[in-house]
């Protein structure tokens, strides 16, 4: 079955960085698309990145535009998020998910 691990949240000051991980097992990873969700406190999860099987081809939702980066590396079944300047709204649980399934997530948290 599906399983997937995210890691690398954290407390971090606004304007700063972290770089999410999630290991994927239980599926041919290099063929599928893979996303970043997040789930701020107390709104609904929000798909906010998404990379091709290939890693080719990636978007962004608007609130992280030109701040997050996904990346993936195929051989080690892993997706990436990397967050820079860092913003109080960015707060929330991230999760990564393929084929409608979540794993545990991870917290972010961004205040001075």
């Known amino acids: 079955q599906v399983q997937l691990v995210e890691s690398g949240g954290g407390s971090v000051q606004p304007g700063g960085s972290l770089r999410l991980s999630c290991v994927a097992s239980?599926?041919?990873?290099?063929?599928?698309?893979m996303s970043w969700f997040r789930r701020a406190p107390g709104k609904e999860r929000e798909v906010i990145a998404v990379?091709?099987?290939?890693?080719?081809?990636?978007n962004y939702a608007d609130s992280v535009k030109g701040r997050f980066t996904i990346s993936r590396d195929n051989d080690k079944n892993t997706v990436y998020l990397q967050m820079n300047s860092l913003k109080s709204e960015d707060t929330g649980v991230y999760y990564c998910?393929?084929?409608?399934?979540w794993g545990p997530g991870t917290q972010v948290t961004v205040s001075s």
């Open positions: 998910g393929v084929l409608g399934s």
């Open positions: 239980g599926f041919t990873f290099s063929t599928y698309v």
């Open positions: 990379i091709s099987s290939s890693g080719t081809n990636q």
